[in-house]
C-alpha cells in the first residue's frame, strides 16, 4: 500500500479541533499527522485527544518537518498569508482558510511562490466541495429557473466576546471578512461569473471598531442583482435565494451544513399562497471531509484544487471593494 499524504495543522484552532480535523481522520489517502501550537502543551493535549501522532511547540517547527507533506492554516485573518507563505517556501502544499488574504495583491505573492516551488494551494471554501452547492449550481446553470435575475443571502451570529478574533481588528475581525465573503463566493459560484461593481453600508460596532452590520449590492454581468446582509450581532441565521424568471431555488442551510442529516435544496413555483416546493435532499455528507479529501486528491493527480489562489484573489477584490464602498459613499468597480 502506498503511504498516506501527512497532513500537519496549524494552531489549536476551534475549527481545526471540532470540525476538520474529526472530519479528515479515518481517510484511505490522507492522515492528520502533526498538530502545532504556540503552546507545546497545547499542542500534545489536543493532539492525544484527537489521536494525531506528533506535536509541536512552534508552527515553524511543524512547517519545516520533512515528514508533513500538506499543511491546513486555520490561523487568525491576519496570518493567513504570511504562514501560507512560509509554508509554501518550505515546499508545502497548504490549504488556507476563508478569507485567505484582506489585501488581494498579497495573493500575487502566493502565486508566485506557489508556481516557483510547485506545490497545491487552495482557499478553504468547504462550500466549494459540498454537494448541495454543486447541485444549486448545476440547476441554475441548466436554465430549469428561467433567467436569474436576484440572488439574495442572509448569514448571521450573536458574538460580543472581546477576545473573539471576530471581535479583534488586527486579526482581521468583523462580520464581512468572517461571513460576508461566503454570499460572495456561492453566488459567484453558482452563477460562474464575477460581479463588475459594487456598494455597501457598514455599520461598526463602536468598542471592537469591527463591522458588525453590513448590507451589499453586487452587480453581475447580464443585470444580476445580488444582495445581502450579515451581521456578527443578530440572531443566528442563513440562507441563500436564487430567484430565475420561472423558479426560485432557496439553499437552506448554505454554510454551516450538517453533517448528519441530509442538506435540501427547495425549488419553488411561485404559489406562495400554498407553497409546496420541490425539495431536493442530499445524500447525508460531511462537508469538511469532502474539502480535504479533493484537496488531497488534487496533490496525487496533480490537478487543480477546488478553489484556485487565481479565484481567492477575485473573492478578496469584491471583499475589499465592500469596504471601499462603504468608506467612500459610493460604487466601486471590482479590478
Ligand atoms: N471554513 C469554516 O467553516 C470556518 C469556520 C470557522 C472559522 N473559520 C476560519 O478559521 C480561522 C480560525 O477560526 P477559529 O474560530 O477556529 O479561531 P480560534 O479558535 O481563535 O483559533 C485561532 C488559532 O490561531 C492561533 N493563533 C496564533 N496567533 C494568534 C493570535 N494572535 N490570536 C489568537 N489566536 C492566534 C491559536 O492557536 P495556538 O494558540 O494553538 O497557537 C488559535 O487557537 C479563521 O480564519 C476563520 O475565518 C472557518
Given amino acids: 500500500m502506498t503511504e498516506k499524504i501527512k497532513w500537519g495543522v496549524l494552531g489549536a484552532a476551534k475549527i481545526a479541533l471540532e470540525k476538520v480535523i474529526p472530519a479528515m481522520q479515518n481517510s484511505p489517502i490522507h ?36 515528514e508533513i507533506d500538506v499543511i491546513y492554516n486555520p490561523l487568525p485573518n491576519d496570518l493567513h498569508v504570511p504562514y501560507t ?12 482558510e476563508k478569507p485567505l488574504a484582506m489585501n488581494p495583491e498579497e495573493i500575487d505573492g502566493l502565486i508566485e511562490a506557489r508556481d516557483k516551488h510547485k506545490v497545491k494551494v487552495g482557499e478553504a471554501f468547504m462550500v466549494a466541495s459540498n454537494p448541495q452547492w454543486i447541485k444549486a449550481r448545476e440547476i441554475v446553470q441548466s ?24 471581535n479583534i481588528p488586527e486579526s482581521g475581525g468583523g462580520g464581512i471578512w468572517d461571513i460576508g465573503c461566503y454570499p460572495v463566493f456561492t453566488s459567484r459560484f453558482v452563477l460562474g461569473k464575477d460581479p463588475g461593481r459594487v456598494v455597501s453600508m457598514l455599520e461598526f460596532d463602536p468598542n471592537f471598531r469591527t463591522d458588525r452590520l453590513g448590507s451589499v449590492l453586487l452587480h453581475y ?9 450579515v451581521s456578527t450581532q443578530l440572531v443566528p441565521y442563513q440562507r441563500m435565494l436564487f430567484y430565475g424568471e420561472k423558479k426560485l ?14 442538506n435540501e435544496i427547495r425549488i419553488h413555483d411561485g404559489n406562495f399562497l400554498n407553497p409546496q416546493p420541490e425539495i ?56
Fill in 221 to 229: 454581468p447580464d443585470d444580476i442583482h445580488m444582495t445581502f446582509t
Fill in 143 to 166: 436554465g430549469q429557473l428561467g433567467k436569474i435575475k436576484a440572488v439574495h443571502g442572509f448569514f448571521s451570529y450573536y458574538n460580543v466576546q472581546k477576545d473573539n478574533i471576530r
Fill in 249 to 262: 431555488l432557496e439553499v437552506m442551510i448554505p454554510f454551516n451544513a450538517p453533517p448528519d442529516q441530509a
Fill in 31 to 66: 492522515e492528520v499527522y502533526g498538530l502545532a501550537s504556540r503552546d507545546l502543551d497545547k499542542a500534545k493535549i489536543s493532539a492525544q485527544e484527537l489521536g494525531i501522532p506528533k506535536a509541536y511547540g512552534s508552527y515553524e517547527d511543524l512547517i519545516n518537518d520533512p
Fill in 85 to 96: 507563505l512560509k509554508c509554501i517556501e518550505a515546499g508545502k502544499h497548504v490549504l488556507c
Fill in 280 to 335: 431536493i435532499r442530499l445524500p447525508v455528507s460531511n462537508q469538511y471531509t469532502m474539502q480535504a479529501d479533493a484537496f488531497t486528491q488534487a496533490i496525487l493527480d496533480d490537478s487543480e484544487v477546488p478553489v484556485t489562489l487565481e479565484n481567492a484573489r477575485v473573492n478578496a477584490e469584491v471583499l475589499h471593494a465592500i469596504f471601499e464602498s462603504d468608506k467612500l459613499e459610493k460604487w466601486i468597480d471590482v479590478k
